[in-house]
Nanobody, 127 residues
């Protein structure tokens, strides 16, 4: 079983930046997973933010955040990053890392395929 642990959340002012990290451990080999970031704001449903294939060659970001977020991964460290810039109060949420089984070059955008979840990290953007 793969375990996921997020870090890097915090309080930031409007226009600021944060880099979230998600470190994975366990079995099966981590090169069989597409990794995604989701977020859930108070009173709202969890929403998809961005995802990346194991190879790193395929990426996807939701239009609502495209241009403000960059997803990347360091497979030597089993870590996926979400760099978020020009943050807005509407970005306030708990951010979750998730994993979906996939071939190495495939980025999974079908959110129903994400079965493994971390505990989340809080991001708060003050106005």
């Amino acid at each position: 079983q793969v375990q996921l642990a997020e870090s890097g959340g915090g309080l930031v002012q409007t226009g600021g930046s944060l880099r979230l990290s998600c470190t994975a451990s366990g079995r099966p080999p981590l090169n069989s997973y597409s990794m995604g970031w989701f977020r859930q704001a108070p009173g709202k449903e969890r929403e998809f933010v961005s995802a990346i294939s194991w190879s790193g060659t395929s990426q996807y970001s939701e239009p609502s955040v495209e241009g403000r977020v960059t997803i990347s991964r360091d497979n030597a460290k089993n870590t996926v990053y979400l760099q978020m810039n020009n943050l807005e109060p509407e970005d306030t949420a708990v951010y979750y890392c998730s994993a979906a089984r996939a071939a190495a070059t495939v980025v999974v955008v079908n959110t129903r395929l994400y079965k493994l979840w971390g505990q989340g990290t809080q991001v708060t953007v003050s106005s």
